[in-house]
């Protein structure tokens, strides 16, 4: 196995690079195989359910566990050999870890003092000082909450000055209001030291608020990488679209092509016409070509059917009656049942409520085209829709619409399922 290298021949400066890795338990394949670059001083995130590989990926990366085959790098050395100890990464656990009987101060101390180091007053002081936990230092893990005890968890990974931190879960026990301070905290402190993260988490929201760059896991394999951005607004699967976030994805048949130069594809959902750019069909645009449409519920505008005429041109619309709602404060949450797709979702927010929208009202959804996209209609509706409870789960935790929307795809209802 060579070392990775760039285009022009020199060693990639890349912090990780995972060559062809695999991991097998008998006849199950854990991951891949794989190949992933995580850059040099990125917050770096492997987001995926429960068994998608993501793990035993990290384990593999900090020497835990040994691949079935391919290679790790860190940096331009082949590491794949190595015992954990040798390697320059130390791992965040969501256990926490720490010494009952130490104080915070000790806790931190403990990795120097272990090499020998004896004057570790301004290192940890330092320390200290970056996870905001200095006026701490003489307390016992036990006197802490449960973010204080992940902040000292993080001080004594970064002590010893890794060139990579591996967290795995390391939010998990946290109830949601400290998730989401920690949250700010983890990517705040990464600012600072500047060295690689690389985070393990099912949890939507929180790859999307740290992560420079996120990798959707599935099966073993990455399904998508980017930002969360382009992640999000961009999917490339119906996997993606669905396991971030909420997506209405809607069967349709291309009826006009995009020119050389670009731009729209048009497409015929039973008798609607939609357009989508060209440049956001994650599949074959070939006239008569099956396309899943999809548009996220917070992109739509909800028009009573009344105000039909307001609603600009060129805007896509679909004509339905509202089933469901659901008032959550910042959103209130609709589902629509139309001709061509049962189950719709739109988020609408609580800035102007127009109180006639109300269940068994008709209405008129409308989006603008570029925040279409386009998937193989090939693909399963409910890929990735499922957490493991069985129950869809958007960012925001919440599941309105959600069951209607399976139950609708269950049925066999006709057309395609909003989801």
Same mark, same amino acid.
């Given at each position: 196995?060579t070392?990775?290298?760039?285009a022009?021949?020199?060693?990639?400066g890349g912090?990780?690079?995972?060559?062809?890795? $695999?991991?097998?338990y008998?006849?199950? @394949?854990?991951v891949?195989?794989?190949?992933?670059?995580?850059p040099?001083?990125?917050?770096?995130?492997?987001l995926g359910?429960?068994?998608c590989?993501?793990?035993?990926t990290?384990?593999?990366?900090?020497?835990?566990?040994?691949?079935?085959?391919g290679?790790?790098?860190l940096?331009?050395r082949d590491?794949?050999?190595?015992?954990?100890?040798?390697? #320059?990464?130390?791992?965040v656990?969501?256990s926490?870890?720490?010494?009952?009987?130490?104080?915070?101060?000790e806790?931190?101390?403990?990795?120097l003092? /272990?090499?020998?180091?004896r004057?570790? /007053? *301004?290192?940890?002081g330092?320390?200290?000082?970056?996870?905001?936990l200095?006026?701490?230092?003489?307390?016992k893990?036990?006197?802490?909450?449960?973010?204080?005890?992940?902040?000292?968890?993080?001080?004594?990974?970064?002590?010893?000055?890794? =060139?990579?931190?591996?967290l %795995?879960?390391?939010?998990?026990?946290?109830?949601? *209001?400290? =998730?989401r301070?920690?949250?700010?905290e983890l990517? /705040?402190?990464?600012?600072?030291?500047?060295?690689?993260?690389?985070?393990?988490?099912? %949890?939507q929201?929180?790859?999307?608020t740290?992560?420079?760059?996120?990798?959707?896991?599935?099966?073993g394999?990455?399904?998508?990488?980017g930002?969360?951005?382009e992640?999000?607004?961009? #999917?490339?699967s119906?996997?993606?679209?669905?396991?971030?976030?909420t997506?209405?994805?809607?069967?349709?048949?291309?009826?006009?092509?995009?020119?050389a130069?670009?731009?729209?594809?048009?497409?015929?959902a039973?008798?609607?016409?939609?357009?989508?750019?060209?440049?956001?069909?994650?599949?074959?645009?070939?006239r008569g070509?099956r396309l899943l449409?999809?548009? @996220?519920?917070?992109?739509?505008?909800?028009?009573?059917?009344?105000?039909a005429?307001?609603i600009?041109?060129?805007?896509? =619309? &679909? $004509?339905?009656r509202?089933?469901? $709602?659901?008032?959550? !404060?910042?959103?209130t949450?609709?589902? &629509?049942?139309?001709?061509?797709?049962?189950?719709?979702?739109?988020y609408?927010?609580?800035i102007? /409520?127009?109180? @006639?929208?109300?269940?068994?009202?008709?209405?008129?959804?409308h989006w $603008?085209?570029?925040?279409?996209?386009?998937?193989?209609?090939?693909?399963s509706?409910?890929?990735?829709?499922?957490g493991?409870? !069985?129950?869809?789960?958007?960012p925001?935790g919440?599941?309105?619409?959600?069951?209607?929307?399976?139950e609708?795809?269950?049925?066999? =209802?006709?057309?395609?399922?909003?989801?």
């Open positions: 196995m070392e990775p290298e760039t022009s021949g020199g060693r990639d912090a990780v690079h995972l060559v062809g890795i $695999s991991k097998t008998g006849s199950v @394949r854990a891949g195989p794989l190949d992933l670059t995580v040099q001083g990125s917050f770096f995130a492997l359910a429960s068994g590989g993501k793990t035993t990290l384990r593999m990366i900090a020497g835990l566990e040994e691949p079935t085959h290679t790790v790098f940096g331009d590491v794949t050999g190595l015992p954990p100890y040798k390697r #320059p990464v130390n791992t656990f969501q926490y870890a720490l010494f009952p009987h130490l104080d915070v101060y806790n931190v101390a403990f990795g003092r /272990r090499r020998g180091i004057s570790v /007053r *301004r290192q940890v330092d320390m200290l000082d970056l996870v905001q200095g006026d701490h230092a003489r307390r893990p036990h006197q802490l909450s449960g973010g204080q005890q992940q902040r000292v968890a993080v001080a004594r990974a970064l002590i010893n000055h890794p =060139r990579v931190l591996l %795995d879960e390391p939010l998990g026990a946290l109830d949601l *209001r400290l =998730r301070q920690m949250q700010r990517k /705040r402190i990464q600012t600072e030291v500047g060295i690689t993260f690389i985070h393990v988490t099912h %949890d929201e929180e790859a999307m740290m992560a420079d760059t996120v990798a959707v896991m599935n099966a394999n990455v399904e998508q990488l930002t969360p951005a992640l999000y607004e961009n #999917p490339r119906t996997f993606v679209a669905n396991f971030l976030g997506s209405n994805l809607i069967a349709a048949e291309i009826t006009e092509t995009a020119g130069q670009g731009g729209d594809v048009a497409v015929m039973g008798p609607v016409r939609l357009l989508l750019p060209s440049a956001q069909c994650a599949a074959p645009i070939a070509g449409v999809g548009v @996220r519920p917070e992109k739509v505008s909800l028009t009573h059917a009344g105000d005429a307001s600009p041109d060129g805007r896509n =619309r &679909i $004509s339905g509202i089933v469901h $709602s659901s008032f959550i !404060g910042v959103s949450q609709y589902v &629509i049942d139309s001709a061509v797709c049962p189950g719709l979702e739109v609408a927010q609580n102007e /409520r127009d109180r @006639r929208l109300a269940p068994g009202t008709e209405v008129v959804l $603008s085209p570029a925040h279409t996209f386009g998937l193989d209609a090939a693909q509706l409910l890929a990735g829709t499922t493991d409870d !069985g129950v869809h789960v958007a925001d919440g599941v309105a619409g959600a069951r209607t929307a399976l609708a795809a269950r049925e066999g =209802r006709a057309g395609g399922v909003g989801v």
